[in-house]
């Protein structure tokens, strides 16, 4: 099944920024949406709810001023995510914003709703939804998404416990709708090997945090910047859903990454108070900021992804070349 226009006709890169909880803000999604990449944040992230209007206003009016004076590079579409789980109160507000706005792309998280995915597709939207299986993917399909961001094991926040391989084979073997793979994406040659799995899109997080645009203090982009895989633990303790965060903020929090308690589900709380503010400064991040070494614009970072990607095809064509006909040999 071919990529729907939206997803396919405006893209620099096959990427979509994958909208995260506080740091993803007009800023950010702007300058990712000119640098050619999908932006998208999540709606809770405009606080009072009043705010998520004005942002989607803005965001709308700067990328139509963009493309009218930039004809020869439009901008990208931008996504808004929306949590769709019982304890958000904001959702009905928040869909009825984005659908005012026509959002291109909505990403939805937690549940499937069939009255959500109806909302987006009355004005010609596109609903992708987030899943760490293939029982929630089925789900989801079932109820109207049009496409599917399996997040693997090693994405940045919410993240499932599957291997990339093992989740999009499982995917691909019913489903060939639009797929967008998350999990540990931060290199050009990362987003060349999400194709290759079977993905159309890359979904590309925790390297963003460290951008200047990024609504994020100084200290987290550092982090990101000074980290590797090594230093991203996964568990459940602060928002009752397994994720993965900076060992170093939680060890300066006081506690010990490697002896950590565990949680329930109860400790979920996506509605009116900003969720887990006892740990707001337990930072989040997926296990491929070790291709991250220093705090870029979105546009340098966009540059750099595409440098690498395209690199990564020629590299792999001149190994295919070589190998063609013959059993594989790796390049000498």
Known sequence: MALPPVLRDRLRLPVICSPMFIVSGPDLVIAQCKAGVVGSFPALNARPAAMLDEWLHRITEELAAWDRDHPESPSAPFAVNHIVHKSNDRLE?????????????????????????????????????????????????????????????????????????????????????????????????????????????????????????ANAVQGYKDMIAASSGEDIVYTNLFTGIHGNYLKPSIRAAGLDP???????????DFGSARPAKAWKDIWGAGQGIGAVKDVLSAGDLVDRLSAEYEAAKRDLAAKTALTAGRPFLAAE
Not at 105 to 123: F, K, M, P, Q
Not at 258 to 268: G, H, P
């Open 93 to 213: 507000h928040d869909v009825e914003a984005s659908t005012k706005w026509k959002a291109p792309i909505v990403i939805t998280s937690l549940g499937a709703r069939e009255d959500v995915n109806a909302a987006v597709h009355s004005y010609g939207g596109t609903v992708l939804h987030d899943v760490i299986n293939d029982r929630f993917s089925r789900k989801a399909i079932e109820k109207g998404a049009d496409g599917l961001i399996p997040v693997a094991a090693g994405a940045g926040g919410h993240a499932g416990q599957l291997s990339p391989f093992a989740l999009i084979q499982g995917i691909r073997e019913w489903f060939d709708g639009p797929v967008a793979l998350s999990g540990a994406i931060a290199h050009g040659r990362s987003v060349l090997a999400a194709q290759a799995m079977g993905a159309d899109l890359a979904y590309v997080g925790s390297a963003f945090i460290a951008t200047q645009e």
């Open 258 to 268: 490697d002896n950590l308690a565990t949680s329930d589900a109860s400790a979920m």
